[in-house]
């Protein structure tokens, strides 16, 4: 059974940099399929950040593609999310998941992390 | 890339069905049939229900049901119950690689 588990600080300052870590179980990074990061305002929804495939391929969202950078450790089974320069608008919970181009899906999901900017 | 546009809230009584829409563009949701739904009951992690416009994951109930027809899909869930109550999301597949989701739709079972 794949599960996903966020880990990172719960805050950051303004302009500095966000890094959260997905660590994987249950299930070989390497084996296939993309992993992702998705995150949610506090009550809003969600907006798609970035996935990345087990080679290093990245795919990231327009608005955010400046500030982002997903990588992957598959010997650690990990992957990581880094957003710089940011704002109190970046403050949301952070999810990451396993994500199915083919097929359209994203699944399992982390239970999330909350991340506040702030001062 | 904007969000898929789907009604704030929707509401049924048990047993009932309702359908919740998801508009998006040809960018998106007109020109792939890799529309999925997320469930998302408070304070918890959002759970797939439907993928590939009608597909249905292992374990979720076929009260579940997706469609599409131009550039929005629907989701269709009958029988309703108490349970069922929960915010729910659209997500399509868009050009360049790319992701995009709907803005949420608060289900209300009365």
């Known amino acids: 059974q794949v599960q996903l588990q966020e880990s990172g600080p719960g805050l950051v300052k303004p302009s500095e940099t966000l890094s959260l870590t997905c660590a994987v179980s249950g299930y070989s990074i390497s084996s296939g399929y993309y992993w992702g990061w998705i995150r949610q305002p506090p009550g809003k929804g969600l907006e798609w950040i970035g996935s990345?495939?087990?080679?290093?391929?990245?795919y990231y969202n327009p608005s955010l593609k400046s500030r982002v950078t997903i990588s992957v450790d598959t010997s650690k089974i990990q992957f990581s999310l880094k957003l710089s320069s940011v704002t109190a608008a970046d403050t949301a919970v952070y999810y990451c998941?396993?994500?199915?181009?083919?097929?359209?899906?994203?699944?399992?999901w982390g239970q999330g992390t909350l991340v506040t900017v702030s001062s | 890339q904007s969000a898929l546009t789907q009604p704030a809230s929707v509401s049924g009584s048990p047993g009932q069905s309702i359908t919740i829409s998801c508009t998006g563009t040809s960018s998106d949701v007109g020109s792939y049939n890799l529309v999925s739904w997320y469930q998302q009951h408070p304070g918890k992690a959002p759970k797939l229900m439907i993928y590939?416009?009608?597909k249905w994951p292992s374990g979720v109930s076929n009260r579940f049901s997706g469609s599409k027809s131009g550039n929005t899909a629907s989701l269709t869930i009958s029988g309703l119950q108490a349970e069922d109550e929960a915010e729910y999301y659209c997500?399509?597949?868009?050009?360049?690689?790319?992701?995009?989701f709907g803005g949420g739709t608060k289900l209300t079972v009365l």
């Open positions: 590939e416009v009608s």
């Open positions: 990345i495939y087990y080679s290093g391929r990245t």
């Open positions: 997500c399509s597949y868009a050009d360049s690689s790319t992701w995009v």
């Open positions: 998941a396993r994500s199915h181009y083919g097929s359209g899906w994203f699944d399992p």
